[in-house]
């Protein structure tokens, strides 16, 4: 590199760092002042709005194994969505039954990697999770104030959107972050720029920046307890920067700080068995001493998604998911178009739940590496119906007036018929939908919606405490028995900002 390019590059990384004004630290040069009231690990979705809020009354530890996706154009462009898995930001995995899937491994977590879509959970979904539905809705607004918007539509997007309408996806519901039956055009994190917001911006705006430390690189390796006392209690994290020097954090000695974990459904369960809490006979296996026996890892669950890639005829515009069908029956369709510059999209349907759970399962002794992880895609009859009756509505959809333009009379149909040739309909139903059924199976993919793997009444209680233990509670998509709304970052990040609320209450006024 030239002088000149060597001061554009310079330019540009000063430029990009401007973009975040809040202090990152690298763990291996952090200087820790362990009076901490609230050691959280993990800087993901839902990590960084409960340390801003945290950060409001108290002093935040906040730890992320990864780096900053600030001045990364693959993790902060729309046009670069696929070319971020193969970022450092990503870590790829394949399940047990063998579907290819990824984890954020960045600041932001999985909101600085994914497809950016919004939509709040439904009122009965608030009931179910013994969310206060006003304080929720509060909490949906401090995010979105900072970092979502509804997107204006280009054609493929919008013919998708007018199709799904047309098969009977009804009432058409407009733009909404709101989530009922129907059809809508959603949130998302890309600006009209395309330039991604991811949840740590909820930092920028919102965090205290004298009492919240942010350090990337931070590969929390196991959480400490104090197992004198009567139940096993959390006083600190051990962690390893990139150099492999290993670091300890502190709690303040006082029985309301706590160690939050929100390190992901994958993440979170891997550290408290690495940690000694889990499924004992597992961990004996390992050879992990075991601190407390809990089905940690246990009911993991992922929404099977079937997807069908569809060959246009006009041009499609770059989009993400931008528009979802919402049906009556629990399946969730909606699309990516123009991938990559590519002529065509790619539709999925995604099941509500799912009833189908799993489990993980520590592999290596190495918590860098990933865990073993288990969905069991459509084991439960019910997600494979659901699955039918989506794939039902994608075939119709195919052949809308509104689509017409964006689909090509060869495509294949998962149904086995071609979209050219109205035979379709003299099949009977039954034929059709155990080919539908066969295509579920044989296309299953990830829409990456993990969950569920430390449940309430499992592993935690009401409030996310950990059972059985002192000072230690879990804040991310782990403690959910089922995925929040069609996609459920809205509502992780909601609940982050919710708790932080709830616990700085709960402690201002005891
Ligand atoms: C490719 C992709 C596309 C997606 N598209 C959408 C979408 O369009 N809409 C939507 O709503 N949802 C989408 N999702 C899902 C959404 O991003 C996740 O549900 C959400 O990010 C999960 O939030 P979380 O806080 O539970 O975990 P994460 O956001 O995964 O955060 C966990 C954080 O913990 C860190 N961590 C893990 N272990 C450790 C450790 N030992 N020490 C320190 N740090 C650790 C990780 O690096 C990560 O930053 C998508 C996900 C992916 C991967
Ligand atoms: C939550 O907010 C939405 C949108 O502003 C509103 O329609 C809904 O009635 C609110 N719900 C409650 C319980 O306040
Ligand atoms: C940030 O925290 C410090 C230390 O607790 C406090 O003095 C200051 O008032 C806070 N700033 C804001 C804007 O709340």
Redesign the pocket.
């Known amino acids: 590199m030239g002088i000149l390019g060597l001061f554009f590059a310079v330019f540009i990384a000063c430029a990009a760092a401007a973009e975040f004004p809040f202090p990152l630290q690298e763990a291996h040069n952090v200087e820790l002042t362990q009076d901490y009231d609230y050691i959280i690990v993990g800087g993901g979705a839902t990590g960084c709005a409960l340390a801003a809020t945290l ?3 108290f002093r935040v530890l906040l730890l992320e194994r990864g780096g900053s996706p600030y001045n990364n154009p693959l993790l902060m462009r729309v046009e670069n969505f696929f070319l971020g898995f193969l970022d450092d930001g990503a870590q790829n995995f394949v399940t047990t039954e063998g579907v290819a899937n990824a984890r954020g491994r960045v600041l932001g977590g999985g909101s600085s990697i994914n497809a950016g879509f919004w939509d709040r959970a439904p009122a009965s979904e608030i009931a179910q999770l013994g969310l206060d539905p006003v304080k929720a809705n509060t909490s949906y607004t401090w995010a979105e104030n900072a970092i979502v918007s509804l997107p204006v539509l280009g054609p493929f997007q919008s013919a998708f959107h007018k199709g799904l309408v047309e098969v009977g996806v009804t009432p058409d519901l407009g733009a909404t972050y709101e989530h009922f039956v129907g059809t809508k055009t959603g949130g998302s994190l890309y600006d009209s720029n395309g330039q991604r917001r991811p949840s740590s911006n909820l930092i920028a705006a919102y965090a ?4 919240l430390q942010v350090v990337l690189h931070a590969t929390v390796t196991k959480v400490q307890f104090d197992d004198g006392l009567s139940k096993p209690t959390a006083i600190g994290v051990e962690f390893v920067d990139e150099l492999g020097q290993i670091h300890a954090a502190f709690l303040k000695a006082d029985e309301r700080s706590e160690v939050i974990l929100s390190a992901s459904a994958i993440g979170t369960p891997h550290l408290l068995m690495m940690s000694g809490v889990g499924p004992a006979e597992h961990l004996k296996q390992k050879g992990i001493p075991v601190i407390l026996d809990l089905p940690v890892g246990k009911n993991i669950a992922d929404n099977p998604a079937t997807r069908l890639y569809v060959p246009s005829m006009s041009p499609v515009e770059p989009a993400l998911v931008q528009v979802a069908g919402i049906t009556p029956f629990g399946s969730y369709i909606e699309a990516l178009s123009g991938v990559q510059n590519l002529q065509g999209s790619v539709i999925f349907q995604k099941v509500v739940g799912p009833k189908s759970t799993g489990e993980v399962l520590i592999d290596s002794m190495d918590i860098r590496q990933n865990p073993s992880v288990t969905f069991n895609y459509y084991k439960d009859p019910e997600d494979l119906q659901i699955c039918v009756g989506g794939l039902n509505v994608i075939e119709e959809l195919l052949l809308s007036k509104s689509m017409t333009p964006f689909v090509n009379g060869m495509q294949a149909m998962p149904s086995g018929n071609i979209l050219g040739l109205p035979i379709r309909k003299f099949y009977p139903k039954e034929m059709i939908d155990m080919a539908l059924g066969a295509y579920c199976k044989a296309n299953v993919g990830t829409m990456w919606h993990y969950h569920g793997s430390c449940r309430v009444g499992q592993v935690v209680d009401a409030q996310f405490k950990v059972l059985g233990t002192e000072q230690l509670r879990i804040v991310d998509g782990s403690v959910f028995d089922f995925c929040p709304g069609t996609n459920p970052q809205a509502t992780f990040i909601m609940t982050g900002r919710y708790m932080g609320v709830e616990i700085t209450s709960r402690r201002l006024t005891s």
């Open positions: 950060s409001e009354n205290n920046a004298t009492n």
